[in-house]
């Protein structure tokens, strides 16, 4: 059986176009192999992360390890141990992002120790930070600095807090709401046929980045986003069924 890699921060081992300082929700994540666009000579794997920043898509790569260390699994959502070591280094940049995540309050008990959907739909504050390797010189021209997590806005499992206040204004708001599950909930049917009536939810929340109903929502873009990332709105509606992590109609 094909040993897999520990991807929680409380087993890392002591070892070794830019975003930045912005609010957005981690729309997809998933392990890839890189040549950071031939910048090096082999492909590296590294966990590629797609933001939802105000509507607009952004992607990040974090570093894992080396060519010989890792490689994504069939799903992307794991990495496959290639040779002795069986965990990320916090000297790699997604052991540091994870951490940072820690830190901010992210229960490493939601944590899947070898699988990292678990991070679809995360609303949080990312700061571009200086990286310190104690006694390792970096390469003139490398990158330097890595992507953190500061504060975490609202976790992926947890529903939109509703408007409270008096009067018109929180009634219109919620019929807004309304308006625009529906919506989105017609969106979301027309990927599930186009994917054979059945995808991962991480599938589908790809697929809606680049759906032109969605990008046609203008202003409500980012809402609706965030909505279909809600597993509390994916599990409340009729049209569809979803139980461990997969939409299906019928």
């Known amino acids: 059986m094909t040993e897999k890699v520990n991807l929680r921060p409380d087993s890392f081992a002591e070892g070794g176009g830019l975003v930045d300082d912005f609010d957005g929700v981690i729309a997809d994540i998933r392990f890839i192999m890189t040549d950071y666009e031939g910048a090096v000579s082999e492909a590296v794997p590294v966990a590629c992360v797609k933001f939802d920043i105000e509507g607009e898509e952004a992607s990040q790569n974090f570093s894992v390890g080396g060519k010989n260390d890792f490689a994504p699994d069939e799903t992307g959502m794991g990495l496959t141990v290639l040779k002795g070591k069986s965990t990320l280094t916090k000297r790699s940049k997604f052991g540091m992002l994870l951490e940072s995540l820690v830190v901010a309050g992210f229960p490493v008990s939601k944590m899947d120790s070898d699988d990292i959907s678990y991070l679809n ?18 390469k003139e021209g490398k990158d330097s600095t890595v992507l953190l997590c500061t504060k975490i806005n609202k976790l992926p499992w947890d529903s939109d807090k509703k408007s409270t206040k008096k009067g018109g204004a929180g009634k219109k708001a919620a019929v807004a709401d309304g308006e625009l599950a529906g919506t989105v909930a017609g969106i979301i049917q027309g990927v599930l046929i186009d994917g054979d009536n059945e995808m991962a939810k991480k599938d589908v929340l790809s697929a809606l980045f680049k759906n032109d109903d969605v990008k046609a929502l203008g202003d409500d873009k980012k809402a609706a986003l965030k909505l279909a990332a809600d597993d509390t709105f994916l599990k409340g509606r009729d049209e569809w069924s979803f139980e461990d992590g997969i939409l299906k109609m019928g």
């Open 121 to 138: 739909g995360l609303d949080a504050h990312f700061l571009r930070k200086a990286v310190e390797y104690k006694g390792v010189k970096v």
